[in-house]
């Protein structure tokens, strides 16, 4: 929340030259001795006075938050998403948000009420994108005078690496390891068990029934759950670290479409095997921020 010290105020362009005509009027009207000369550039003064403390006031006791920002691959934009609260029952006007490059249009904010601002910032590179130190403005109400105040948000977005934007290698084959769940399939017979209604026929031990033993079910294992692991150290040497951070990105995106369980191996650390969405953002959120 922004209070009365975090605030500076200054004369615009249009302040200044509205401050040398006044300077104009004043001279003039006491050579000349014009009463209505004076009473006109009083009333205007005044009102310029007046306008100092409404452009103060429209940005006093604004409350700034982030919202959580949204990952984005390198290349693309972050959109930064700003809470402008206003907590008073005075309606604020005609306020802009400056961060960086990117300036929001003049926006207003009701009484005892929020409005959403987003900014676009370019992501040109993987890592950890902040927005910096932002500037909120107004030159409400006559333009004569400008207010602003600093904020730095405490919020970043997090940029993965841009994937390739072809396969050149087709996902590593699936391979055996710790994550291997036995479960059943159709490979290797495991053995019988009683005979239970709705069975496949084709299961059923009909040697044994044969043999005067009742109704059992043959059962089989099957190696069901291979993980594909993505793996640093089988990508070709001559690769640097970008290169190799964006073909990994890719496999993530492709493994990531499928049923198949997977995992990341980067030196230094490993991103255990699984599957779906999270373990998608997962591999990527440490893709964005290895050598970090």
């Keep these: 929340m922004f209070g009365w010290q975090e605030i500076f105020i200054l004369p615009t362009g249009h302040g200044f030259l509205f401050g040398v005509i006044l300077l104009l009027m004043l001279t003039g009207s006491v050579n ?20 100092i403390f409404h452009t103060y006031r429209n940005l006093a006791r604004l409350r700034i938050s982030v919202r959580r ?23 604020r006007y005609n306020v802009t948000i400056h961060c960086g490059r990117q300036t929001s ?21 993987r890592g950890v994108l902040k927005p910096g130190r932002c500037k909120l403005g107004t030159r409400f109400p006559l333009g004569l005078f400008k207010a602003w105040a600093y904020l730095i948000p405490d919020s970043y977005c997090l940029i993965y690496p841009n994937p390739e934007c072809e396969i050149r290698r087709p996902l590593p084959r699936a391979e055996a390891g710790d994550s291997i769940a036995r479960a059943s399939g159709n490979d290797d017979f495991a053995g019988l068990r009683s005979y239970q209604r709705g069975d496949a026929l084709r299961h059923v031990a009909w040697k044994a029934v044969a043999r005067g033993h009742p109704l059992m079910t043959k059962q089989f294992d099957g190696n069901a759950d291979l993980s594909i692991w993505l793996d640093w150290d089988e990508l070709p040497a001559s690769m640097d670290t970008e290169a190799r951070l964006s073909r990994l990105a890719r496999w993530v995106l492709d493994a990531g479409s499928g049923q198949k369980s997977f995992g990341l191996r980067l030196p230094g650390q490993t991103v255990p095997p699984a599957t779906g969405a999270v373990q998608q953002q997962r591999c990527l959120s440490a893709l964005a921020r290895f050598g970090l």
Excluded: C, H, W
């Excluded at 000349?32 to 005044?46: E, H, I, N, Q």
């Excluded at 920002?69 to 309606?91: D, S, Y």
């Excluded at 249009?105 to 590179?125: K, M, N, S, Y």
């Design 105 to 125: 249009a003049p926006f207003d904010v009701p009484a005892l009420g929020a409005v959403d601002i987003q900014l676009a910032v370019p992501a040109p590179r």
């Design 32 to 51: 000349y001795d014009l009463s209505l000369g004076l009473v006109l550039t009083f009333l205007l003064g005044a009102m310029g006075v007046v306008s």
């Design 69 to 91: 920002n949204p990952p984005v691959f390198a290349g693309g934009q972050a959109i930064f998403t700003l809470k402008v609260e206003n907590a008073e029952n005075l309606p």
